[in-house]
């Protein structure tokens, strides 16, 4: 009798474990299809958003049509021109380097391939970066004409914006490039503070509309705040650890006008930033060394 238990008992601890081995096996056929599903989804997505670039550019560039693509340029986006969640971004493409900032979400960029000339534009490919570049007039948010437009595929999103040829001197990325858009989320976030005047040390969009704005107080304290987009709402206001800093946080930072512009200190630049009717946002300070 005993032995017939123990062999029961083996019998059905074996059948226990071959069960959970084959659920485990199950799980891994079913998980792994998904993630190369997603994978190849994005691969596809960007084919075809690659393939119908290229066929607006016409054919093989005349002489005169490649020297306009040649040397160095720098082109920007506003928040209106990329896909939800994402923020304003920043390309600068070097003749061995293209380099792609996105504030508060870090930088990629690679080395450039051979550039391809076409008769409306220039393609070329550097590591992640899908660059587009095409000779007409395109219209910065400020106002601000520039002859160059600029594509940018990265990670199956596609950035649209303006460009110039050549890099303005000292010129750098930053999430101040579209503060105007960012502005509404930053007066909500502004209007909690309790210990005035505070800086705003870094803001960029979210995901569903939701802009994070990092903020230091006159004591010293930094806090990030979650608001809408308009500034409706604030979803979360909450201190941040001083080891917790994003890339480009602290260059620049900006003070909200109305009020005195703030007083200049050794390796800091004061700039007044305006509206697009003139209107007197509030100042940058920069780091100058």
């Known amino acids: 009798m005993r032995t017939r238990i123990f062999i029961g008992i083996k019998l059905a601890a074996l059948a226990v474990a071959s069960f959970a081995l084959l659920s485990a096996c199950n799980r891994e056929q079913d998980e792994a299809p998904q993630d190369e599903t997603a994978t190849q989804d ?10 119908e670039q290229l066929a607006a550019l016409g054919g093989p560039a005349s002489a005169a049509q490649r020297l306009l693509y040649e040397g160095e340029f720098q082109a920007s ?32 960029g690679g080395v450039p391939g051979e550039r391809t000339y076409y008769e409306r534009g220039m393609r070329v490919v550097a590591g992640p970066l ?18 160059y437009s600029a594509h940018v595929l990265f990670d199956g999103v596609a950035y649209q914006g303006c460009a110039q040829s050549g890099l303005t001197a000292g010129s750098r990325a930053s999430w101040a490039s579209v503060i105007s858009d960012l502005l509404p989320a930053i007066d909500a976030c502004l209007a909690r503070v309790t210990e005035p005047p505070a800086r705003v040390t870094i803001a960029s969009i979210m995901d569903e509309g939701v802009v994070s704005v990092r903020m230091r ?35 620049p930072e900006f003070v909200r ?19 697009t009717n003139g209107a007197r946002l509030g100042w940058l300070i920069r780091r100058t060394c």
Not at 217 to 243: H, K, S, Y
């Open 77 to 108: 986006g506003a928040l209106g021109d990329v896909a939800a969640g994402e923020g304003a971004w920043e390309l600068q493409l070097l003749d061995s380097y293209a380099q792609f900032v996105r504030p508060g979400l870090g930088e990629d």
């Open 217 to 251: 107080q006159a004591n010293g304290r930094r806090d990030e705040c979650l608001a809408a987009t308009n500034g409706a709402r604030i979803d979360a206001f909450e201190p941040v650890a001083d080891m917790d800093r994003r890339n480009g946080e602290g260059d």
């Open 130 to 147: 899908t660059i587009t570049i095409k000779h007409e007039a395109c219209a910065l948010p400020n106002g601000v004409n520039l002859e």
């Open 42 to 51: 994005v691969g596809a997505l960007e084919r075809a958003q690659s393939a």
């Open 257 to 275: 006008a109305p009020g005195p512009p703030p007083s200049t200190q050794p390796c800091r630049s004061v700039d007044a930033v305006d509206g």
